[in-house]
Nanobody, 110 residues
């Protein structure tokens, strides 16, 4: 069955960095676009970054120049490097191929 396990979240001060990982299994990872989404309390879930099967990347305007998405199809891993974090980046972060969702990992910036 499909599993998406996010890790790497935590609490950091503004200006700090985190590296999120997503381990995917149970489907043909390399055949799917992968994305990071986030949801803050009281807000709708929104897209952060998407990388397709050819490594074409799209970022939300709010994270351009600060976050970097990458994928490793050999290990079915999706990475999101978060730099220059702001308080408004506080949210639960999820990875997804668009159909399935993991439990997410919490990022708190103070």
């Amino acid at each position: 069955h499909v599993q998406l396990v996010e890790s790497g979240g935590g609490s950091v001060q503004a200006g700090g960095s985190l590296r999120l990982s997503c381990a995917a299994s149970g489907y043909t990872y390399s055949s799917y676009c992968m994305g990071w989404f986030r949801q803050a309390p009281g807000k709708e879930r929104g897209g952060v970054a998407i990388i397709d099967m050819y490594s074409k990347i799209t970022y939300a305007d709010s994270v351009k120049g600060r976050f970097i998405i990458s994928r490793d199809d050999a290990t079915n891993t999706l990475i999101l490097q978060l730099d220059s974090l702001k308080t408004e980046d506080t949210a639960r972060y999820y990875c997804t191929p668009g159909v399935y969702w993991g439990q997410g990992t919490q990022v708190t910036v103070s």
